[in-house]
């Protein structure tokens, strides 16, 4: 069957170190894959799209890595601030207009 | 960058009412616009795909007669709550994007309702 799986549903990391999220998927063959974040009572706000033939995407303090012999994305914040504690989702991004699909969030706390 | 309104952002109504929700892409064309519902501390589960011009696309378990989507333009889609239940009560929220797959899909605030 289809899955997508991030592996925690919550991470606690202090201040400074950085964070680590993992997502992972079977049988699935995304084109793109993409990460959010999302706030309580929000809507999911885009963080960064990886295509297929990208190893590696950096956006300021935000790192995407992704495997698709492992089937796996990993998500890294570095030098993490308490304004980081969000729930982060992950997102298959298959082909064609079809909607994403999310996997169900790892809720990062970043304490000071 | 490209925005996805949606309202209201809350609502409160009585049970056996319906409800309207909104969602308009500003500054781009979307013909095909998606709904999720998310419960607290649950993941988004799409319930629905909004075609403009044509019929909605459900997913299964999600019944069409009592969450009625309308994509009358290539700028907004509703969906109307019908009937509305206190199980019904939860978080909306929409998404669209410019073109298809490998763009970012821009999503809505989100609409609590609150059916009591």
């Known amino acids: 069957s289809q899955k997508i799986e991030q592996n925690s549903e919550a991470l606690n990391i202090q201040e400074g170190k950085t964070a680590t999220l993992t997502c992972n998927y079977t049988?699935?063959?995304?084109?793109?894959l993409q990460w959010y974040r999302q706030d309580p009572g929000r809507g999911p706000v885009f963080l960064l799209l990886i295509r297929e033939n990208e190893k590696e995407k950096r956006k300021e303090r935000l790192k995407v890595t992704f495997d698709t012999t492992l089937k796996q994305s990993l998500f890294h914040i570095t030098a993490s601030q308490p304004a980081d504690s969000a729930t982060y989702l992950c997102?298959?991004?298959?082909?064609?207009?079809?909607?994403?699909?999310f996997g169900k969030g790892t809720r990062l706390s970043v304490i000071a | 960058g490209a925005v996805v309104s949606q309202h209201p952002s809350r609502v409160i109504c009585k049970s056996g009412t319906s409800v309207k929700i909104e969602c308009r892409s500003l500054?781009?064309?979307?013909?095909?616009m998606f709904w999720y519902r998310q419960f607290p501390k649950q993941s988004l589960m799409l319930m629905a795909t909004s075609n403009e011009g044509s019929k909605a696309t459900y997913e299964q378990g999600v019944e069409k007669d009592k969450f009625l989507i309308n994509h009358a333009s290539l700028t907004l889609s509703t969906l109307t709550v019908t009937s509305a239940h206190p199980e019904d009560s939860s978080f909306y929220i929409c998404?669209?994007?410019?073109?298809?797959?490998?763009?970012?899909?821009?999503f809505g605030e989100g609409s609590w309702l609150t059916v009591v």
């Open positions: 997102a298959l991004d298959l082909t064609g207009d079809t909607p994403l699909v």
């Open positions: 500054d781009f064309q979307a013909t095909t």
């Open positions: 998404s669209a994007r410019p073109g298809v797959s490998g763009n970012t899909i821009y």
């Open positions: 049988n699935y063959s995304p084109a793109y």
